[in-house]
């Protein structure tokens, strides 16, 4: 009875540390993040009101998110109770994922998962990425965990189902993390509920991949495109001397999971796998277009590493190696909570939310060629605007552009007339 308190507590901890710390880092500032924050608000709000998101998009995310969207008066934070939510059940899944190697092993995959400055760079910007992570845990809790050969399959099939209609970049390297685990089960002769487990995600992955890229897209929300672009091009705007950094950290944590897989027992084939994902995702011959995307997912791979190792060592060490790995993951999360906030400041929110609609009647075509404010001028006024990035050809009456200051030689037209000339915004109406 102690012990089931403990591993009680220890998984209340594991949530409830990662929704407070998350949701802390997004009240901060009322509105949402980076610059797709306002993108998941205009797909929120189609969502609810017509049934389909906007934009083409792997939609399980988006239906993941709606009951906090719907229950909440305040969008934005309907939306970071979602992220806070999701961030928390990830951490908990992984605590108990690891609970069987010890508490404190649980609790260090818990902790390195949601101090990773990558997890936070994620929740940024990167929701759907971010949200979709909770799928590969599943995995991990089902591989180490679940000892039912059919649930074994079952389970891991539909987590990589889940992960590929919720974001491609978390399928690819699921795909990837669960053809090595199967490798390295053959290797080492793991004919086990375990090896069944990874075969199966390896062959549904297959599967959707061939389906993805031949008759049906639309599953992955025509994501294929992405990765039809990796491949044709890899190497794509050549190398930053900042991915070595993230290279020489991860070749030292993946070789320590390699490691103590050739000289351990228990998950071997987990840890083994976890190193070499770990390496091939911070590889700095990847073009820099691609590679800082890949590197985030260091987000999900560094855990187990971390956690069968502390689950490995002597006793009397756990408790000091569980602080030295939370406290350097503290040290490097710290320096990037700063780095998180809104693509715009709260100054230029309120410019667009309140200016624009004064001096641009309703009904008018915007253009706006700017990502960044086209994304929170739909977020804001999409029920008032028809808002566009290239202007209407041939030119109708009617329409304006709307440009980001300082706007640069050329860009404004010489005969348009400034309706707005703001500290953030300057809006021209086309002749």
């Not at 939310?353 to 977020?379: C, F, H, M, Q």
Request: proline fraction near 6%; aromatic fraction near 12%.
């Amino acid at each position: 009875m102690k012990q089931t308190s403990i591993h009680a507590i220890c998984a209340a901890i594991s949530f409830l540390f990662a929704f407070v710390i998350i949701l802390m880092i997004l009240l901060r500032y009322p509105i949402m993040y980076g610059i797709d924050g306002p993108y998941y608000l205009i797909q929120m709000r189609h969502l609810v009101s017509d049934g389909v998101i906007k934009y083409p998009d792997p939609p399980l995310t988006y239906y993941m998110l709606a009951p906090f969207y719907i229950l909440s008066a305040d969008k934005n934070l309907g939306l970071k109770m979602a992220v806070a939510f999701y961030g928390g059940l990830t951490a908990f899944v992984l605590y108990a994922a690891f609970r069987s190697f010890g508490d404190l092993s649980g609790l260090a995959a818990s902790l390195t998962f949601i101090l990773s400055p990558f997890t936070l760079r994620l929740l940024n910007d990167f929701i759907k990425n971010y949200v979709s992570l909770l799928f590969i845990a599943i995995f991990i809790y089902t591989f180490l965990n679940v000892k039912k050969r059919r649930h074994a399959i079952i389970y891991s099939s539909l987590a990589v189902i889940a992960s590929a209609i919720s974001h491609v970049l978390t399928f690819g390297v699921f795909a990837t993390y669960s053809l090595l685990i199967f490798i390295f089960c053959q290797l080492k002769r793991e004919y086990g509920v375990e090896r069944d487990a990874a075969a199966s995600a390896v062959v549904t992955s297959f599967l959707i991949l061939i389906l993805a890229l031949t008759v049906a897209p639309q599953i992955v929300g025509y994501d294929t495109r992405k990765l039809l672009s990796f491949v044709e091009n890899p190497f794509d705007h050549g190398w930053e001397k900042a991915h070595f950094t993230n290279f020489a950290a991860s070749l030292v944590i993946g070789f320590a999971g390699i490691a103590y897989s050739l000289k351990h027992r228990g998950a071997a084939e987990l840890s083994m796998a976890s190193g070499v994902s770990l390496i091939l995702v911070n590889l700095p011959i990847i073009g820099s277009a691609w590679l800082f995307r890949f590197s985030l997912m260091t987000s999900i791979l560094v855990p187990p590493i971390a956690a069968v190792i502390i689950g490995e060592v002597n006793e009397s060490s756990k408790f000091m190696v569980f602080t030295l790995v939370t406290g350097l993951m503290l040290m490097t999360m710290l320096p990037a909570v700063s780095m998180l906030k809104p693509s715009i400041t709260m100054r230029d929110y309120e410019e667009l939310r309140d200016n624009l609609p004064k001096y641009v009647p309703p009904g008018s075509t915007l253009v706006i060629p700017d990502t960044k404010v086209r994304y929170w001028v739909e977020a804001l006024h999409e029920e008032i605007y028809e808002i566009v990035k290239l202007p209407p050809r041939p030119p109708q009456p009617g329409t304006y552009l709307v440009l980001k200051k300082p706007v640069p030689p050329g860009r404004e037209p010489p005969h348009g007339e400034v309706v707005l000339d703001g500290d953030y915004i300057r809006v021209l109406k086309l002749r």
